[in-house]
């Protein structure tokens, strides 16, 4: 292939074959599924278990949710340089590094003795997951014809499909069973399996020629990312007194605003930029990527508040928690092939407009979670969410990467994979600023609806006392201070819940706003596009 230089091995009699036999690329899809397996999987265990890691650390949501930012901030920061690592050092080696690298950072994960050095290494497991998905996509497209990328895509789901059915059971199981760090100890093995895959099946191929490496953009984009991520999660953090106008959040902002011009600066004068801009010529890629980033920014910042609820306010332990998602997996499975070979035929606006309704939909629903909330009230959002995730990814990848050629092929993929991640990992600081903020609101005005001397408050008060004296048989003075505690409590609890549906509400606000972009995307006749996919 013009561009790049092929490493081939050929072997008689084994399982590997050549890259001209038609099964080789089918060999391609299952050994890149195992790496995005692992990726998703690990993502899915964590939500699972961040109530016990919270219980364990003895740590608060605003802390907590920097078990997740700490890998998604890694992710994003390598993503857009994972094009050109793969250019230079091979496709096959990046890939296969970057899932040993993801192995080694779950087993440092397993070892964490406090929550400071858990988040340490979530960085560094992160630095490996950063480079698996692009360039494992990159390494799919490369191997597939136009016309069977759709189709190829929706199978590559498949394994996002598995790891969120059967992620957060295995992972509640663990927790519930073992230990917290069980959870990342189950990556191991599969990410042994993964590297011997790697090295054992694929081909090597990489750039002809390589630019230099891009520094001042990559640290400017680096900053830009870590800056403004720690303003938007430290915002309403309980230990920033000073709240959004702090000299730290202040300074963090700053910080990110001329690190986004610098980066825009170089970008737009260098060569060989870190990151194309003038791949954004593209409508379709461009639209595209404000979808993925809304998506990123709605999905991704919302998903560990299911989990918190139903550990946390119905009492589910985190297997039963886990048991939840089954279905979602199952339904991505079934329906993420058929998608991609919808998209091979149909319009795939209509296919990803389908996708986000569903998917907003069931956020909408899980804005009216109570604290008697029905299991059928719990699932079918599940289900809703299930069929609109297997339906928005592969039509939007098929669309965003119509106008782009081969070489430009695993940058394009990279960076959309970058603008979704890094929607995620804003996502998750906004999404938990917003639930700290509504708990602290909710909190405070359900406490003043409380009042002591109200007959309702009076009745229940004493119907308390009564029952903890039946109960305890404790002296008079402790009765009533049980009693108070439980009001108290149920006030607290009902304050977290509302917190929780009001968050919802603005996932499903956000996620609305994902059908915008995708009116404006054109689709042109298939081939016409596949001309546009394989020039050099």
């Known amino acids: 292939m013009t561009g790049y230089r092929t490493e081939e091995r050929r072997r008689n009699g084994g399982l590997i074959v050549g890259s001209d036999h038609p099964s080789y690329k089918w060999w391609v899809l299952t050994v890149v599924m195992v790496g995005t397996f692992m990726v998703i999987l690990d993502s899915n265990i964590v939500n699972v278990a961040l109530p016990k890691i919270m219980a364990v650390f003895g740590i608060s949501i605003d802390t907590a949710e920097w078990v997740l930012n700490g890998y998604l901030i890694a992710f994003s920061v390598l993503l857009p340089a994972s094009g050109w690592f793969a250019d230079r050092f091979g496709y096959k080696k990046v890939f296969g590094i970057s899932l040993f690298t993801f192995t080694l950072g779950s087993f440092l994960c397993a070892i964490s003795w406090n929550e400071s050095v858990l988040i340490l290494f979530r960085v560094f497991q992160g630095l490996g997951g950063g480079m698996l998905m692009p360039v494992g996509m990159a390494i799919v497209l490369h191997e597939f014809p136009y016309e069977q990328r759709g189709t190829a895509l929706g199978f590559w789901g498949v394994a996002a499909a598995g790891s969120i059915s059967f992620g957060p059971i295995v992972g509640g199981y663990l927790v519930d069973r073992f230990d917290w ?301 049980r009693a108070k505690a439980l009001i108290i409590s149920n006030v607290v609890q009902q304050a977290i819940v509302q917190a929780t549906d009001s968050t919802f509400l603005s996932a499903f606000a956000i996620m609305i706003l994902c059908v915008i972009p995708i009116l404006f995307l054109k689709t042109r006749g298939k081939g016409k596009a596949e001309k546009v996919m394989t020039m050099e």
């Open 181 to 481: 760090s069980s959870i990342f100890l189950i990556n191991v093995p599969i990410g042994i399996l993964g590297v011997f895959a790697v090295w054992t099946i694929l081909r090597e191929y990489r750039a002809e020629k390589s630019h230099k490496f891009d520094i001042v953009g990559f640290i400017s984009m680096a900053a830009f990312i870590i800056t403004l991520l720690l303003a938007l999660a430290d915002g309403n953090a309980n230990w920033n007194t000073g709240g959004w106008t702090s000299p730290f959040i202040l300074t963090n902002f700053a910080i990110a605003l001329v690190s986004i011009v610098v980066f825009l600066v170089t970008e737009l004068n260098l060569k060989h930029p870190m990151i194309n801009l003038k791949l954004f010529r593209s409508f379709n890629y461009t639209m595209s990527n404000v979808v993925f980033f809304i998506f990123g920014l709605s999905v991704f910042g919302s998903i560990f508040l299911l989990p918190l609820y139903l550990q946390d306010s119905l009492g589910y332990t985190a297997y039963q928690a886990g048991i939840v998602y089954l279905p979602m997996g199952i339904i991505m499975g079934v329906v993420g092939p058929i998608s991609g070979i919808l998209t091979d035929k149909i319009n795939p606006k209509i296919i990803a407009i389908v996708g986000i309704a569903l998917l907003g939909w069931s956020w909408y629903l899980n804005a009216f979670l109570s604290l008697f909330s029905m299991p059928a009230q719990i699932m079918l959002p599940i289900y809703l969410r299930g069929f609109g995730m297997a339906l928005i990814f592969t039509p939007l990848s098929a669309v965003a990467l119509t106008d782009i050629g081969k070489r430009d092929m695993a940058q394009a993929s990279g960076l959309f994979n970058v603008i979704r991640q890094v929607g995620g990992s804003f996502g998750v600081a906004i999404i938990g600023a917003v639930l700290t903020q509504r708990t602290l609101f909710y909190t405070a005005i359900d406490g003043q609806a409380v009042r002591q001397y109200s007959p309702v408050y009076q009745h229940v008060f004493y119907g308390l006392k009564n029952f903890a004296t039946m109960v305890l048989s404790a002296p008079s003075a402790m009765e009533m201070a």
